[in-house]
């Protein structure tokens, strides 16, 4: 193997991105790269390397032993200058480095769990810092944080993970609501029983696929969303019922698109979390990230409280 240089630092994130992706198609897109063009990256590292990274063909992709232990150690050495650039910037009292946020969608909407706000608050302390955003489900974003993909994810978890730090920020109002449109929309308040909530076809969330059915006593889904912009609009269509955090769904009311349904029945609270790694528990970006999210979402409580049955 040749002596490295600094140049292999942009191929080694080329080959990460890759062996991510798991097929040339998929990291052409991630990368914005030609086919021609990712070869040549991929091919310069393993002449530097001393032998071929991954093997593609009839069986599909796949890396090889040296594939795997040069993806293991680059994912190793990212991490170390990542650590390298923050310990340096602690000692001069400077926030620096790169930090990795998970986050669930549809929180811009709420203005407890608002990542915009809690962002300009963390940037205006840390303005050199690298800020990697990433959107999931809560389950993803639980194995991300516990398999070291992510510093700090912000969603209703289930606590599960070992070796993460499990830090209450805000109960966030779910609400079931149906769309113009539906038979629902306009019904009076007497005629939204539980035979007609039943009658009606009902988008789950797949995270949450035998939760949301249980909330309602609905006997099957109709439908399967993961992300809540995805369910705003099986709702919108007028077709399907289903649930939303309480900020989307009273937004697209006050618009006159949505009704929501019995709420002093079927409104809850869902508990979200900031959750890290045990041991980024002396982590100077995930310690101020986190003290900025704890005071916006200490600005705004009970902002949806359930309607008292009249």
Same mark, same amino acid.
């Not at 019922?241 to 009311?253: E, S, Y």
């Given at each position: 193997?040749? #002596?490295?240089?600094?140049?292999?630092? /942009?191929?080694? /994130?080329?080959?990460?991105?890759?062996?991510?992706?798991?097929?040339?198609?998929?990291?052409?897109?991630?990368?914005?790269?030609?086919?021609?063009?990712?070869?040549?990256?991929?091919?310069?590292?393993?002449?530097?390397?001393?032998?071929?990274?991954?093997?593609?063909?009839?069986?599909?992709?796949?890396? *090889?032993?040296?594939?795997?232990?040069?993806?293991?150690?680059?994912?190793?050495?990212?991490?170390?200058?990542?650590?390298?650039?923050?310990?340096?910037?602690?000692?001069?009292?400077?926030?620096?480095?790169?930090?990795?946020?998970?986050?669930?969608?549809?929180?811009? !909407?709420?203005?407890?769990?608002?990542?915009?706000?809690?962002? #300009?608050?963390?940037?205006? #302390?840390?303005?050199? %810092?690298?800020?990697?955003?990433?959107?999931? *489900?809560?389950?993803?974003?639980?194995?991300?944080?516990?398999?070291?993909?992510?510093?700090?994810?912000?969603?209703?978890?289930?606590?599960?993970?070992?070796?993460?730090?499990?830090?209450?920020?805000?109960?966030?109002?779910?609400?079931?609501?149906?769309?113009?449109?539906?038979?629902?929309?306009?019904?009076?308040?007497?005629?939204?029983?539980?035979?007609?909530?039943?009658?009606?076809?009902?988008?789950? /969330?797949?995270?949450? !696929?035998?939760?949301?059915?249980? #909330? %309602?006593?609905?006997?099957?889904?109709?439908?399967?969303? %993961?992300?809540?912009?995805?369910?705003?609009?099986?709702?919108?269509?007028?077709?399907?019922?289903?649930?939303?955090?309480?900020?989307?769904?009273?937004?697209?009311?006050?618009?006159?698109?949505?009704?929501?349904?019995?709420?002093? *029945?079927?409104?809850?609270?869902?508990? !979200?979390?900031?959750?890290?790694?045990?041991?980024?528990?002396?982590?100077?970006?995930?310690?101020?990230?986190?003290?900025?999210?704890?005071?916006?979402?200490? !600005?705004?409580?009970?902002?949806?409280? *359930?309607?008292?049955?009249?």
């Amino acid at each position: 193997m040749r #002596r490295l240089d600094n140049i292999d630092l /942009r191929l080694l /994130r080329v080959f990460i991105t890759l062996a991510d992706a798991g097929s040339f198609p998929a990291a052409q897109i991630a990368l914005n790269l030609s086919q021609s063009t990712l070869s040549s990256h991929l091919a310069a590292l393993e002449r530097k390397l001393g032998g071929p990274l991954c093997v593609r063909g009839r069986r599909g992709f796949r890396l *090889t032993p040296l594939g795997t232990a040069t993806r293991q150690a680059a994912q190793q050495l990212f991490a170390d200058i990542d650590t390298f650039q923050q310990r340096v910037g602690a000692m001069n009292g400077e926030l620096i480095g790169r930090l990795r946020i998970g986050m669930v969608d549809g929180v811009a !909407h709420n203005p407890a769990l608002a990542l915009q706000e809690t962002l #300009r608050a963390f940037m205006e #302390r840390a303005a050199e %810092v690298r800020i990697d955003l990433e959107l999931g *489900t809560p389950h993803d974003l639980e194995r991300a944080i516990a398999d070291g993909v992510h510093d700090i994810v912000v969603g209703p978890l289930s606590q599960k993970a070992p070796g993460v730090v499990y830090v209450p920020l805000h109960r966030e109002m779910q609400g079931l609501y149906c769309g113009r449109g539906h038979e629902l929309f306009a019904a009076a308040d007497a005629a939204v029983t539980q035979e007609a909530i039943e009658r009606s076809l009902f988008s789950v /969330r797949g995270y949450r !696929h035998l939760d949301d059915l249980y #909330r %309602v006593g609905h006997p099957r889904p109709a439908g399967t969303v %993961v992300h809540m912009e995805a369910q705003a609009m099986m709702i919108l269509s007028g077709r399907f019922i289903g649930f939303l955090p309480c900020p989307i769904g009273q937004d697209w009311v006050a618009r006159g698109q949505m009704r929501e349904l019995r709420p002093h *029945t079927y409104r809850y609270p869902s508990q !979200h979390f900031a959750a890290f790694r045990r041991e980024a528990a002396g982590n100077p970006l995930v310690g101020t990230f986190l003290e900025e999210l704890k005071r916006q979402a200490a !600005h705004h409580t009970d902002l949806w409280p *359930t309607p008292q049955r009249r």
